[in-house]
């Protein structure tokens, strides 16, 4: 899927220079998908943490390594990055401050301790939020309470990223990092 290499389309003989140079069957841009109302027109807000991850997180030259090896960072970061309790009461007073324009929230988060530290730290601000990582049995009834507006904040792992239809979502918080701009643009 988004590789480079045109295996499935020499198969359905649809590659470059083959029949015709037909190309794909169907296409359809993320610009014509939001003109048709498919899509929301995405206005991304950056919020200023003033954490200055290299230090607050005290990365290693071991971490700065793994960073440029696999444009990630290491599962240890990420567990900082999820229990920081600074970090994660301003993500909930970001929403505080903006409740009534965010509305309904989906927020991404780095890992499963993050969603749960992300979801207590709502739940004891006054906002019900509940959160959903992979394998869990209960996500389908989870997310079908949220789809019914139970609760206004839902909290995830990557599970949220294909296919969700959720259309009264007014907010997504991306509380966690990708280099992919595959990712990014399946979360927005």
Same mark, same amino acid.
């Given at each position: *899927? %988004?590789?480079?290499?045109?295996?499935? #389309?020499? %198969?359905?003989? !649809?590659?470059?220079?083959?029949?015709?140079?037909?190309?794909?069957?169907? @296409?359809?841009?993320?610009?014509? !998908?939001?003109?048709?109302?498919?899509?929301?027109?995405?206005?991304?807000? *950056?919020?200023?943490?003033?954490?200055?991850?290299? &230090?607050?997180? @005290?990365?290693?030259?071991?971490?700065? +390594?793994?960073?440029?090896?696999?444009?990630? #960072? =290491?599962?240890?970061?990420?567990? +900082?990055?999820?229990?920081?309790? /600074? *970090?994660?009461? #301003?993500?909930?007073?970001?929403?505080?401050?903006?409740?009534?324009?965010?509305?309904?929230?989906?927020?991404? +988060?780095?890992?499963?301790?993050? +969603?749960?530290? #992300?979801?207590?730290?709502?739940? @004891? /601000?006054?906002? =019900?939020?509940?959160?959903?990582?992979?394998?869990?049995?209960?996500?389908?009834? &989870?997310?079908? *309470?949220?789809?019914?507006?139970?609760? =206004?904040?839902?909290?995830?792992?990557?599970?949220?990223?294909?296919?969700?239809?959720?259309?009264?979502?007014?907010?997504?918080?991306?509380?966690?990092? &990708?280099?992919?701009?595959? !990712?990014?643009?399946? %979360?927005?």
């Amino acid at each position: *899927r %988004m590789q480079n290499n045109n295996r499935l #389309l020499r %198969m359905f003989h !649809l590659a470059k220079g083959e029949a015709g140079d037909r190309g794909p069957v169907y @296409q359809i841009s993320l610009e014509e !998908l939001i003109k048709d109302g498919f899509l929301s027109v995405p206005h991304y807000q *950056r919020i200023a943490t003033g954490i200055q991850g290299d &230090t607050t997180y @005290q990365l290693t030259k071991k971490d700065v +390594a793994f960073y440029e090896q696999f444009q990630k #960072l =290491p599962e240890g970061v990420f567990d +900082a990055i999820a229990s920081d309790a /600074a *970090r994660n009461k #301003l993500i909930v007073k970001e929403y505080l401050d903006h409740r009534e324009t965010y509305g309904k929230t989906l927020v991404f +988060a780095i890992n499963k301790k993050h +969603a749960e530290h #992300l979801a207590e730290e709502f739940c @004891q /601000a006054g906002v =019900p939020a509940k959160y959903i990582v992979s394998g869990e049995k209960k996500n389908r009834e &989870t997310i079908e *309470r949220f789809r019914q507006g139970e609760f =206004p904040v839902l909290v995830n792992i990557q599970i949220m990223t294909e296919g969700i239809d959720v259309p009264d979502v007014q907010t997504v918080f991306l509380t966690r990092e &990708t280099n992919s701009d595959v !990712l990014f643009m399946q %979360m927005v």
